[in-house]
């Protein structure tokens, strides 16, 4: 079982918006600032999404979007595209040198 | 371009030992943090070790400790994991990922360990 709680599963239509949620707790989400999301094609390489709960890498588009509230964070994602669909994974700093991960979530494009 | 190609996985038998090797390019690895995270058939990923850019400060998740060495060969932009008295549970895919902002800015492909008799 993951320290981080995500759905199994969200879904939306080409141009939609989804958001999922990221459940922590007050020692890894509500104690620091350092959110990241990351997007899973199965068979490549994890890309990161979001770092330090809404900043976006170079390349990302702002279509992507994060944000915290207390021990949750979420992802946003609008204008859905068919190559969105992918698994999504939270992760959170934990303190003393550590990280924690969300057991991630399914996107389907309907 | 960045690039993280990790190699050394396979099988080994429960309390066997294996070590991974991960081979950066397209950065100066020498000025970077570096991970190993891991991932079992289904779940989620697991943060397993990190380790500063110069060696000096390591750490591990509390289910390695003791099992698992990280490492690093700078001269070589090589990352590396020793990982001894291996378990059923170490099973899964590991990646080699980079330090960025707290976050995880490039991972590899991963490298497949399986722990079964």
């Known amino acids: 079982q993951s320290v981080l709680s995500q759905p199994r599963s969200v879904s939306g239509s080409p141009g939609q918006s989804v958001t999922i949620s990221c459940t922590g707790t007050s020692s890894d989400i509500g104690a620091y600032n350092y959110v990241s999301w990351y997007q899973h094609h199965p068979g490549k390489a994890p890309r990161l999404l979001i770092y330090y709960v809404t900043e976006r890498p170079s390349g990302i588009p702002d279509r992507f979007s994060g944000s915290k509230s207390d021990n949750m964070a979420s992802l946003t994602i609008s204008g859905l595209q068919a190559e969105d669909e992918a698994d999504y994974y939270c992760c959170s700093y934990a303190g003393s040198s550590s990280w924690v991960f969300g057991g991630g979530t399914k996107l389907t494009v309907l | 371009e960045v690039q993280l190609v990790e190699s050394g996985g396979g099988l080994v038998p429960p309390g066997g030992s294996l070590r991974l090797s991960c081979a950066a390019s397209g950065f100066i690895f020498s000025d970077h943090v570096m991970h190993w995270v891991r991932q079992a058939p289904g779940r989620g990923p697991v943060w397993v070790s990190r380790?500063?850019?110069?060696?000096?400060?390591?750490s591990y998740a509390d289910s390695v400790k003791g099992r698992f060495t990280i490492s690093r060969d700078n001269a070589k932009n090589t990352l590396y994991l020793q990982m001894t008295s291996l378990r059923a549970e170490d099973t899964g895919l590991y990646y080699c990922?980079?330090?960025?902002?707290?976050?995880?800015?490039?991972w590899g492909q991963g490298i497949l360990v399986t722990v079964s008799s």
């Open positions: 380790i500063s850019h110069d060696a000096t400060v390591i």
């Open positions: 990922t980079r330090d960025s902002a707290w976050s995880f800015d490039y």
